[in-house]
Nanobody, 128 residues
Framework: QVQLLESGGGSVQAGGSLRLSCASA???????????MGWFRQVSGKEREWVAL???????RHADAVRGRFTISREIAINTLYLQMNNLKLEDNAIYYC???????????????????WGQGTQVIVSS
């Protein structure tokens, strides 16, 4: 059974930084050779959107809105995914979710409906 647990959200002023973590149980990063993991975010009343993805080879993708400011990474030894967020903007206000699927590369689909496992979310509040 796969479980994803996010942490690291909070409040920060615009221009500041936060690092989100996603601890994974049930996915062994060192042996899982297929699939995709990543971060999504959702603002109330809007659709959930992808932010950054990483595959089993640690190849990454970042959405245009965050490229150059956010960085996805993972620590294989502790099965943990990270999202380093720098130069945060007001438009980054959202609930951030960790997600995973065990097959299909990160270039196959970025649709939330194509991800099987989800964390409970962690809120990021950026103020001016």
């Amino acid at each position: 059974q796969v479980q994803l647990l996010e942490s690291g959200g909070g409040s920060v002023q615009a221009g500041g930084s936060l690092r989100l973590s996603c601890a994974s149980a049930g996915i062994n990063f060192s042996t899982q050779k297929t699939g995709c993991m990543g971060w999504f975010r959702q603002v109330s009343g809007k659709e959930r959107e992808w932010v950054a993805l990483i595959d089993s080879r640690s190849s990454t993708r970042h959405a245009d809105a965050v490229r150059g400011r956010f960085t996805i990474s993972r620590e294989i030894a502790i099965n943990t995914l990270y999202l380093q967020m720098n130069n945060l903007k007001l438009e980054d206000n959202a609930i951030y979710y960790c997600a995973a699927r065990l097959s299909g590369s990160c270039y196959l689909s970025v649709l939330p409906t194509d991800f099987t496992y989800w964390g409970q979310g962690t809120q990021v509040i950026v103020s001016s």
